[in-house]
């Protein structure tokens, strides 16, 4: 073999060795990334299955000797575009909760808190006045009794219990106040307990941070005093995505439907820090901020649960 010739296997060989030593490190590092916010082991199944398929095919590939190290590169770049459309798709259900359509922790951590303080932070440099930025609230909330329902309705009734719940929370909270759900009757939520009217500027800022359950509450008691025709003519529930019919049957039960909720509101000056700083928002802020909140909800619970309590109470 002549050296051109051993100079232009030498050049194939390396090129095979970079391209398959790149799409490893990029796969990798894409593989770390989506799969440790994940907790459902079947959607990690599911990307674990994907993976190897697609190592197998770039095997398959390496291992006919009719290919040429540029074919390979080329089919190896098509399966990689593949592989990572697949992955993006999964990441994307990987950030919803299946039962419900509501964020996830993932979600609450990786998108909706640092999407929050950019609103801020252009706001405040827009010299506007943030909705966020002022009494920003964090609550920790379990649906009392869970497993009661769950024994006494069954597993299916129950999860159109959580579902209708969650359809019930976006119709008592504001638009750009945010929900998500954490898993089996566990929620959280993102949202301002600052004043937007004069009657809300007469209330403590603690009868604020409880108002949103308190409400929800007091929506809970409507539907079971009232007959399924006037609930369905009441403004709050008119052409509302909602079956009320599910709560009804709950409470022919005789099945209370209570919560306890833990509260944490965010001090203005640590959010006008975290705006100003290099770093920014953290996970580590955004954990400390769940962890006190949901140190409220456990007070909750302990004191015979159906209540709200504030970090600030403890």
């Known amino acids: 073999m002549s050296n051109e010739h051993k100079k232009i296997e030498e050049t194939e060989k390396e090129t095979e060795k970079i391209t398959e030593e790149k799409i490893l490190e990029i796969l990798q590092k894409s593989i770390e990334e989506i799969m440790n916010p994940i907790e459902d082991i079947d959607l990690k199944t599911k990307i674990e299955e994907i993976t ?17 190290t540029d074919d390979m590169i080329e089919i190896a770049k098509t ?25 996830n922790l993932a979600a609450l951590k990786e998108k909706i808190f640092p999407t929050i303080f950019r609103t801020i932070q252009r706001e405040l440099y827009q ?49 750009f ?18 004043a ?19 409400r929800l509450q007091n929506t809970l008691n ?13 403004p709050i529930f008119k052409g509302k995505n909602i079956d009320l019919k599910i709560f009804k049957d709950v409470f022919e039960k005789n099945i209370l439907i209570t919560f306890s909720v833990g509260i944490f509101q965010i001090p203005e000056e640590e959010i006008e820090k975290i705006i100003k700083e290099k770093e920014g928002l953290s996970e580590e802020n955004i954990t400390k901020w769940l962890i006190k909140a949901d140190e409220a909800l456990r007070e909750a ?14």
Not at 155 to 161: L, M, R, T
Not at 222 to 234: P, Q, Y
């Open 52 to 68: 190897k398929n697609f190592w197998d095919k770039i095997k398959e590939i390496k291992e006919k000797k009719d290919l040429t």
């Open 79 to 103: 399966r990689e575009k593949l592989f990572f459309e697949k992955i993006l798709e999964l990441e994307s259900i990987a950030h919803i909760d299946w039962l419900t359509g509501l964020p």
């Open 196 to 214: 937007t009217n004069e009657k809300g500027l007469s209330l403590p800022s603690e009868e604020r941070q409880k108002m949103p359950f308190l």
């Open 127 to 175: 010299k506007k006045e943030s909705i966020y930025c002022k009494k920003l609230c964090v609550a920790m909330v379990d649906l009392d009794g869970f497993k009661n329902i769950n024994d006494t309705c069954g597993h299916e009734e129950a999860n159109k219990i959580i579902k209708q719940l969650a359809n019930l929370f976006q119709i008592i909270f504001r638009p």
């Open 301 to 314: 619970k302990k004191n015979g649960k159906n209540q709200t309590i504030l970090y600030s109470e403890i």
């Open 222 to 234: 409507t539907i079971k005093k009232n007959s399924l025709d006037e609930l369905n003519e009441m």
């Open 177 to 194: 106040d945010i929900i998500a759900r954490f898993g089996g009757d566990e929620f959280s939520f993102v949202y301002s307990s600052a």
